[in-house]
């Protein structure tokens, strides 16, 4: 078996439909979807419509780590493809994908090029984080100053989409990897239930002597979210406790709680705007939703 792909799907049955029709490839391959009790019947839309495909239908929402650590359990192929339902597989992108990594024997793990849906390219390779880059990347700064010099490195906007590099990680939503990295390098950590978990599994990867690598003649669309954005408080809440967990770590206790003090400054900032955009009676159901929004993430964080 020369490939595995490995689908975590949570409510997203007809993106999840296209993305499986979108994979073809000529070599030996499965497919393996984990289903995270979805309520739109994706479960059953896969023993209906695609009988040959693994399944695996959880009775919880299992979230990115969990997921994919329960379908490459499973998986038989020399190659893992962790890929997102929200993605199409464009032509010639898992053969290209396979024969890099084929040409390439210290290379254990992969991303394409990350596509919008018109084409446009996705940001989807990345620095490790710095202290900088965890207070000024999609913070209340990050939106204040998009610019700023932290999260231009972070996202390595000094080096060209269009050439094949090697990164520190490149983004979950596609990424294949060698069974042997996988093995050295162990299960992603399930403290992560979704976000930075593909960060901190590169870098362990990238500790054991692995490299990481780019491949932008590999594209795959990716819609980005379509399964979080269902849940935005919470969504917003996993990120941050992520990104709390990931600081804790790699940079210790002390940053984790300075972070943490941080960010909720930054909420307690958006609920007192928002409080006043409500007294002032601009658009009160909206202003009334976010802060509830944000009480719950100053509570909660």
């Not at 499986?20 to 209906?48: G, Y």
């Not at 990867?205 to 692995?210: L, P, Q, Y």
């Not at 770590?249 to 705007?273: C, D, N, P, V």
Request: glycine content about 4%; overall charge positive.
């Amino acid at each position: 078996m020369n490939l595995s792909v490995i689908i975590v799907n949570w409510n997203v049955k007809a993106l999840l439909r296209a993305c499986l029709e979108s994979i073809a490839t000529d070599f030996s391959h499965e497919i393996i979807v984990v289903d995270s009790a979805s309520s739109d019947d994706s479960a059953e839309m896969i023993r209906q419509e695609f009988p040959h495909i693994g399944l695996i239908a959880s009775q919880e929402n299992l979230g990115y780590a969990k997921g994919n650590n329960l379908g490459t359990a499973i998986a038989q192929g020399r190659y893992l493809l962790l890929l997102n339902p929200d993605t199409i597989v464009k032509p010639n992108t898992l053969e290209a994908m396979i024969s890099y990594m084929d040409d390439h024997p210290k290379v254990g793990a992969i991303g394409p090029q990350l596509l919008w849906p018109n084409g446009d390219s996705q940001s989807s390779r990345r620095r490790f984080p710095t202290l900088g880059s965890l207070f000024w990347e999609s913070t209340l700064l990050g939106q204040w100053f998009p610019n700023n010099r932290y999260a231009q490195k972070y996202y390595m906007a000094d080096q060209p989409a269009e050439q094949t590099h090697q990164v520190d990680w490149v983004v979950g939503a596609a990424i294949l990897i060698r069974r042997e990295a996988w093995l050295e390098t162990g299960f992603i950590d399930q403290n992560f239930f979704m976000y930075f978990e593909e960060t901190d599994w590169c870098k362990r990867c990238a500790e054991k002597g692995w490299q990481i690598h780019y491949l932008p003649t590999a594209q795959i669309v990716h819609y980005e979210g379509k399964s979080s954005e269902q849940a935005l408080t919470a969504r917003t809440l996993r990120f941050q406790k992520s990104k709390l967990y990931y600081t804790h770590k790699y940079f210790g206790s002390r940053w984790m709680k300075i972070l943490r003090q941080f960010l909720k400054l930054t909420f307690a900032l958006q609920l007192a705007e928002e409080t006043v955009k409500w007294l002032l009676r601009h658009k009160p159901d909206l202003r009334r939703n976010r802060m509830e929004a944000y009480s719950r993430l100053i509570r909660k964080i």
